[in-house]
């Protein structure tokens, strides 16, 4: 192991990060479920809890499972294998790839983030805790029954992304203006995520 970089020493900051061998280490005060990764240019940004830490000369599609510690076992999970499997506090799961994976989110209140690689043969298991799916990009999926399961409490977040035939889910469609949630109906059709 490399550089172990606190997280909150280096709030504001850039800082020199190698993906193979530096760790960006989080404080009981940070959980994985509140990270957000945002590619800026050839860094990235790491904000939790409102705290930002860019890495410098790295892209998220680089970025390993073992370059996030979490002092309170929350864990962050790359698609860089097929089973991404949780802790039972609040995670933190990126895909980067169009392949079938599997996600097993565990208790808490998880972030999965799939972008536009969201697939029908993709599993995810919410688990317990109200757990959030992003997705964004050009995206047309007509989910199968084993999807997106364990999903009472579950939103499915966007920009610009039309939720249709959702009957269990909790959907939170968020736009350029306004966010509001929105209860489905029952419907026939089978359940479908259309992005333009």
Not at 4 to 11: G, L, T
Not at 16 to 43: C, I, V
Not at 49 to 66: K, P, Q, S
Not at 188 to 193: G, Y
């Amino acid at each position: 192991m490399g550089n172990i970089i606190n997280f909150a020493d280096a709030a504001g900051t850039t800082v020199s990060f190698s993906f193979s061998e530096d760790q960006l280490s989080f404080d009981g005060l940070f959980s994985a479920g509140k990270l957000t990764l945002m590619q800026l240019g050839s860094d990235v940004a790491v904000t939790c809890n409102g705290t930002t830490v860019t890495l410098a000369a790295v892209t998220i599609d680089e970025l390993l499972d073992a370059d996030f510690a979490f002092a309170d076992g929350s864990v962050v999970r790359f698609d860089t294998s097929n089973q991404l499997t949780g802790s039972d506090q609040a995670d933190y799961f990126y895909f980067r790839n169009s392949s079938s994976d599997a996600v097993t989110a565990g208790a808490a209140d998880d972030t999965i983030v799939v972008g536009d690689h969201l697939e029908a043969t993709d599993a995810i298991d919410g688990g317990g805790g109200n757990d959030t799916v992003t997705v964004s990009g050009s995206l047309s999926v007509a989910l199968s029954p084993t999807t997106i399961t364990e999903a009472s409490g579950m939103s499915i977040t966007s920009v610009a992304t039309r939720c249709i035939g959702f009957r269990r889910f909790r959907i939170a469609l968020t736009g350029r203006k306004r966010s509001h949630p929105v209860r489905s109906k029952r419907a026939s059709v089978a359940p479908h995520i259309s992005s333009q």
